[in-house]
Each structure stands twice: as structure tokens, then as C-alpha cells.
């Protein structure tokens, strides 16, 4: 292994930011790298943030009314797996887009400049193609879902176009980002219901706090060389004030959260759903561990906490999971 770990690391075909020793280097041909890397099929953390309000989403909204034949208070393995497998293509899909629009700055950050636009291991059209093949797969998955849910997939295209372009013109490029990958907690409830609703509107509005304030620690690993090449970002204007700044937008987070199971009805027919506040409060802990352990001048350890949010998500989605295993373990009284 630490000749297989010596031996990546020297080559011109890695990207300096990505792990040296995972499954991409270990398993697939190396042609098929470059295009790995920008679909980032190396840094799974990605499509696990951008698959996590889908999933709380879609475990939130069959526990809107008292579990019966129709509807379990589980949310559908089906689903799940859709959710996953769009998550994936859709990511990869969106950093490969980005990649196109952010070349020549990627091209002076020195984070960045190994990646496979900058680098020419990759052209422009062969990224465009493989951008194409993996918004098809995102589109054959949408197409598994009812015609509301097809339409609002379809809508959220806008946030992802608009998201590259933010770091040039607005300090909040963070926010961008929060509308596009927070927008899988409108999804999951229309895939359910074939509606929205307020529930999974505020699941939405906190899941943008959220991702406001993870991406937020990830940018303080740039912001020398953003400073250099005149990129914007929530960590070059909160600066020092970044712990105050995520306690706000955590609070809010969770905040939002409580309100939107609240919203649910979750319970309302008899089953009690403290479960789920439960992993709301343990959710909360986690965050707190995160500002209270913030070092913004370490980028190794601004990376640790960033990836630490996908803890943030399994806490929440086994929280409501166990709310509804909870609720169809408790007898249901009434006609």
C-alpha cells in the first residue's frame, strides 16, 4: 500500500486535493480518472450533502398522517435508492459544469489547478459530453417520480446554472449553493405527496442555513488564494466572526427543523414522535462540537469539519426513522 500511496502521489494524474488512496485510483482504468475526478467520484462527501435533505425529506413527509395500509410512516426503499443514484449523477454532473465555468480560476488557485479542465488531461468537449451523459442519468431518474415532483426537479436546473456565477458578483456564493443542494428537501415530500407544503418548505429554508454554514468552513481552506484572484465567499466576509457567524446559522438550522416536523403533523394521529426531536437535539450537539472546535486558519481541519456534516445528516435521518418505527410500534386508538 505505501508503494501504491508513493506512486499516486507522484503522478501527474492525481488531483492534490483528493484523497491519494481511494477506490478510484485503486479499481478503475486509469483513462477513466479524469473523468472521476470531475465528477468527484473521490470526495463522496459531496453527493452525501447533497443526498441528505432528500432523504430526510422523503423520510418526513409518510409520517404527515397516522400510519394505515397506504401509507407506513416508512419512507420507500425505492425512493431512497432514486434519491441515491440522482444524488450521485447530479453532483457529479454539477461540479463538472462548474469546472467548465470556473477553468480559468481554478487555473490560478493552487488547490485546484491539478484538476482535469486545468490540468489539459481533459478538453472542454469531452467534459461537456460526460456533463450530458450524467444529467441523463439524473433525468432518467426524475422520470421514475409523479408529474408535480418531475416538473419541481425540473425547476430546480435554475439554482445549479446560476450557483458558479455567484462567487464573482456577491459575497454569498454560499447561499447559491444552499438553494441548489438544499433543494432535495422539497423534492423527497413530492414524491410522496405529489404537493408541497409548509412542512417541507422550512426543511428547505433550514437545509439552506445548513449548507450555507458547512460550505462556509470548507471556503476558509481558499481564502488566501481567493483573495488573490478576487473570488467572494461567506468566509472572506464573516473573516474572525466566522463561530459567531455559524452559531447563527445553525441555531437557525435547527430552528427550522423543529419547526418544519412540527408543521408535519408528525404524531398527530396518536403515535408519538420524540425520536425525531431526539436526533434533533443530538444534531444539535454535533454542531455545537463544530463551531466550539473551528480553527479557520487550519485548512486540514476546516476539511475535517466540513466532512463531518454528513454525521449531521445521519443523526437527523435516523431520528426520523426511529420517530416512525416509534409511531407503528404504539397502538392506533379510534375509527
Same mark, same amino acid.
Given at each position: 500500500m505505501a508503494n501504491l500511496k508513493s506512486s499516486l502521489a507522484e503522478t501527474s494524474d492525481r488531483v492534490t486535493d483528493a484523497p491519494v488512496y481511494n477506490w478510484v485510483?485503486?479499481?478503475? &482504468?486509469? +483513462?477513466?480518472? !479524469?473523468?472521476a475526478q470531475l465528477a468527484?467520484?473521490?470526495?463522496?462527501?459531496?453527493?452525501?450533502?447533497?443526498?441528505?435533505?432528500?432523504?430526510?425529506?422523503?423520510?418526513?413527509? &409518510?409520517? +404527515?398522517?397516522? !400510519?394505515?395500509?397506504?401509507?407506513t410512516g416508512l419512507p420507500s426503499l425505492w425512493n431512497l435508492l432514486l434519491f441515491l443514484i440522482g444524488a450521485i449523477a447530479m453532483r457529479g454532473a454539477g461540479c463538472t459544469y462548474n469546472d467548465l465555468v470556473d477553468?480559468?480560476?481554478?487555473?490560478?488557485?493552487?488547490?485546484?489547478?491539478?484538476?482535469?479542465l486545468p490540468s489539459g488531461r481533459v478538453s472542454r468537449l469531452q467534459a461537456k459530453l460526460f456533463l450530458v451523459a450524467q444529467a441523463l442519468v439524473g433525468f432518467l431518474v426524475l422520470i421514475q417520480f409523479n408529474p408535480f415532483?418531475?416538473?419541481?426537479?425540473?425547476?430546480?436546473?435554475?439554482?445549479?446554472a446560476i450557483y458558479p456565477f455567484l462567487k464573482r458578483v456577491t459575497d454569498w456564493p454560499q447561499l447559491g449553493l444552499g438553494l441548489?443542494?438544499?433543494?432535495?428537501?422539497?423534492?423527497?415530500?413530492?414524491?410522496?405527496?405529489g404537493s408541497l407544503a409548509l412542512a417541507p418548505v422550512l426543511l428547505y429554508a433550514g437545509a439552506i442555513l445548513w449548507t450555507i454554514g458547512y460550505d462556509t468552513i470548507y471556503a476558509h481552506q481558499d481564502k488566501e488564494d481567493d483573495a488573490l484572484v478576487g473570488v467572494r465567499s461567506t468566509a472572506r466576509l464573516f473573516g474572525n466572526r466566522t463561530r459567531e457567524a455559524l452559531a447563527i446559522l445553525y441555531l437557525g438550522t435547527i430552528a427550522l427543523f423543529f419547526a418544519a416536523f412540527a408543521a408535519s403533523g408528525m404524531g398527530a394521529a396518536g403515535g408519538p414522535s420524540w425520536p425525531a426531536y431526539a436526533g434533533l437535539a443530538i444534531g444539535a450537539v454535533q454542531m455545537i462540537w463544530q463551531i466550539s472546535s473551528l480553527d479557520i486558519d487550519d485548512p486540514d481541519q476546516c476539511l475535517a469539519l466540513f466532512k463531518s456534516n454528513t454525521v449531521f445528516g445521519?443523526?437527523?435521518?435516523?431520528?426520523?426513522?426511529f420517530s416512525a418505527l416509534w409511531s407503528l410500534s404504539m397502538p392506533v386508538y379510534g375509527g
Open positions: 485510483y485503486r479499481m478503475l &482504468p486509469r +483513462a477513466i480518472w !479524469p473523468y468527484r467520484w473521490d470526495r463522496p462527501i459531496g453527493w452525501q450533502l447533497l443526498l441528505w435533505p432528500c432523504w430526510w425529506s422523503a423520510a418526513l413527509a &409518510p409520517q +404527515a398522517v397516522a !400510519p394505515s395500509a397506504v401509507h477553468q480559468d480560476i481554478d487555473d490560478k488557485v493552487a488547490r485546484t489547478r491539478s484538476r482535469p415532483a418531475v416538473l419541481l426537479g425540473i425547476l430546480s436546473l435554475a439554482t445549479v441548489a443542494f438544499s433543494y432535495g428537501a422539497l423534492m423527497g415530500w413530492a414524491v410522496h405527496w445521519w443523526i437527523i435521518f435516523f431520528g426520523l426513522i
